[in-house]
Structures are given as structure tokens and as C-alpha cells.
């Protein structure tokens, strides 16, 4: 079974804070996305990376950056956080080639 | 960009009764997955059905590729199937990148 892991699960800060978020997968995937998810709209792809230092740019990108450091880790980082980043966050990997996606739990930001 | 509306946006169930969620794309679909949203949130894969019918459990999902269209039907509904649906489409994207609908909300009544 495919496995994606988030962390943190739950994190509050304050505008102009920085934060990162980490996603791990063990499933030997080679592309990693990070979403977010708010009412009203389905989920929107932020950024994607296509292995160990590949950084793709998604749909909504804006006052996000994103590493990809090994195969396994994505790192989501939000340097000046701002309220409109309060969100749900999910990670998910693939093995591409219109495989499907596996999601991670989640991660509930809020930004003060 | 690709487009994925869901209907309806929300569904009351007496338990027992069936459901049939409808998922339209406005490109053509490589990839199309079902997903479960709980109410706490957590997102878990149901079905990968870019066409064709596919089964699982209670579950049935059935893709009409050329008519760019895919229902899930839930079968014998019970309260833990309350939540969201969701649906999500690759059209064959660089980077494999899925397009979500908003989702049908629905609620399973003992």
C-alpha cells in the first residue's frame, strides 16, 4: 500500500511568518505534488517536482516555494505567510504516466 | 484549462437507498480518479477509472470517454458514507497534474 506522510498535521502562525511543511512518500515515486484546498474550489495544485532537485510550478503558485530534496521528501515553504494561506494542504505522489495519485493526510494551516 | 463540474453539489440519503454522483470534464480524460473527503477531512483514493466500469465493495464507477462523463454509484448507502465526493481528471498533462471538482456533499441518514 502506498504511503504518504504530512507534517505537520496542525500548525497556526501569524502573518509574515515562515513555515515549512514536509510530505515523505515510500512508494519509490518519482513525482510529488502539493495542493491546497478551500472552500468553494477543489483542490488546486501549488507546485510538483519530478524528482530530487526537479521543481515544476502548478496552477497557484504565488507566495509559495517548494524544494524536493530526495526522492522520498517535498518540503513546501511559505517565507512571509499571509491570512489568504490559511488552507488544507495535501501532498501526493505518483509514479506518472496516468498512474493514479496517492494523497497524503493533510496538513490544516492557519495564518492569524 | 481542463474543467470538471460535479452534480448534484449535495445529496441527502435515508440509509439503504442508492446514490448515482456524476462527474463532467470538458477535455478528454488519461486519468480519472473518485475520491472520499471525510468530514474531518482526510482524502482517500475509491477508484481509478479513466474508462469503462470498475468495482469496488458498495462502490460502482462508470467512465464514458468519448462523452467526457463519469457517475459513481453508491450502492445501499450507510451513514459512514457520509462526506464528500470528489472527482479528479489528467487530460494527459505534462507532470501527470490532476484537475479536482468542487465535489458532491452528501449526508446518509439512519
Known amino acids: 500500500e502506498a504511503a504518504v506522510t504530512q507534517s505537520p498535521r496542525n500548525k497556526v502562525t501569524v502573518t509574515g511568518g515562515n513555515v515549512t511543511l514536509s510530505c515523505r512518500q515510500t512508494?519509490?515515486?518519482?513525482?510529488m505534488y502539493w495542493y491546497r484546498q478551500d472552500t468553494g474550489h477543489g483542490l488546486r495544485l501549488i507546485h510538483y517536482?519530478?524528482?530530487?532537485?526537479?521543481?515544476q510550478i502548478g496552477d497557484v503558485p504565488d507566495g509559495y516555494k517548494a524544494t524536493r530534496t530526495t526522492q522520498e521528501d517535498f518540503f513546501l515553504l511559505l517565507e512571509l505567510a499571509s491570512p489568504s494561506q490559511t488552507s488544507l494542504y495535501f501532498c501526493?505522489?505518483?509514479?506518472?504516466?496516468?498512474?493514479?495519485?496517492?494523497f497524503g493526510p493533510g496538513t490544516r494551516l492557519t495564518v492569524l | 484549462g481542463q474543467q470538471v463540474q460535479q452534480s448534484p453539489a449535495s445529496l441527502v440519503l435515508q440509509e439503504g437507498e442508492n446514490a448515482e454522483l456524476q462527474c463532467n470534464f470538458s477535455s478528454t480524460a488519461t486519468q480519472l480518479q473518485w475520491f472520499y473527503q471525510s468530514p474531518g477531512g482526510s482524502l482517500v483514493s475509491l477508484l481509478s477509472n479513466p474508462s469503462g466500469t470498475k468495482h469496488t465493495g458498495r462502490l460502482t464507477s462508470t467512465t464514458v470517454t468519448k462523452e467526457r462523463r463519469s457517475s459513481l454509484h453508491i450502492s445501499s448507502s450507510q451513514t459512514t458514507d457520509s462526506g464528500t465526493y470528489l472527482c479528479?481528471?489528467?487530460?494527459?498533462?505534462?507532470?501527470?497534474?490532476?484537475?479536482f471538482g468542487i465535489g458532491t456533499r452528501v449526508l446518509v441518514r439512519p
Open positions: 479528479a481528471i489528467d487530460s494527459n498533462s505534462a507532470g501527470n497534474k490532476l484537475t
Open positions: 512508494n519509490s515515486h518519482n513525482y
Open positions: 501526493a505522489s505518483s509514479d506518472g504516466g496516468g498512474l493514479e495519485q496517492y
Open positions: 517536482s519530478y524528482g530530487a532537485g526537479n521543481l
